[in-house]
């Protein structure tokens, strides 16, 4: 069976300091991979969505990066930390090749921005 | 810009009753829309879903209704139980990459 996993589950760190989210798939080969964010009250927003290894599309200009540097992991990164980057930070994963719609998702991260 | 919207942020039930979840989209090249169901501190995990070429799709206590003509989907849930309270999301996709989410509605069923 297929299990994702993300960490850290929570993270708080100060304005200004780098950021590196790590979510990883097992028991699936080439997934798609998705980094969402659920602001406080709002719905989840797609920030970036990876069809392969070194392929990432963005959706939303910001400070966050991301990269897929294996097929079965994908990491979130930022130079420097804004406050409005808190938020419930929640990677996903979709079998592309086995035709499902459906997009599984991980545990989440909670970062909180000081 | 908001292409799947869920007007309603709460929706409050009486144990045993139905709940109504809406969902209203404005994309017409959506072809596949699914509910999610999320606890706090958890990731949401898939519920049911259906494709454009369906109005209706049933499993157990969960249905999930689509009129295209509206660009509406809702889900029903019936009988309502204690453990359905959970924050509900909706989504909608055209293509084999991405999808786009609702705000959510949060549903509290009281015992």
């Known amino acids: 069976s297929q299990t994702i996993h993300q960490w850290p589950a929570t993270l708080v760190q100060p304005v200004g300091s780098p950021l590196s989210l790590e979510c990883t798939v097992e028991g699936t080969s080439n997934p798609n991979l998705y980094w969402y964010r659920q602001a406080a009250g709002r719905g989840l927003q797609l920030l970036f969505y990876s069809v392969g290894i070194g392929q990432i599309s963005s959706e939303v200009p910001q400070n966050l990066s991301a990269s897929r540097p294996q097929d079965r992991q994908f990491i979130l990164s930022s130079k420097k930390l804004l406050l409005s980057d808190s938020g419930f930070y929640l990677c996903a994963w979709r079998d592309r090749a086995g035709g499902l719609w459906e997009q599984f998702f991980g545990p989440g991260t909670r970062l909180t921005v000081l | 810009d908001q292409q799947v919207k869920q007007n309603s942020p709460s929706l409050s039930v009486q144990e045993g009753r139905i709940s109504i979840l809406n969902c209203d989209y404005t994309n017409s090249m959506f072809d596949y829309f699914l509910w999610y169901k999320k606890y706090p501190a958890e990731g949401p995990t898939f519920l049911i879903s259906?494709?454009?070429?369906?109005d209706k799709n049933e499993d157990g206590r969960f249905t999930v209704f689509l009129n295209k003509s509206a660009k509406h989907l809702s889900l029903h849930i019936v009988p309502s139980q204690p453990g359905d309270s959970a924050v509900y999301f909706c989504?909608?996709?055209?293509?084999?990459?991405?999808?786009?989410f609702g705000a959510g509605t949060r549903l509290t069923v009281k015992p």
């Open positions: 259906i494709s454009s070429i369906k």
């Open positions: 989504a909608a996709t055209f293509n084999n990459n991405d999808m786009r």
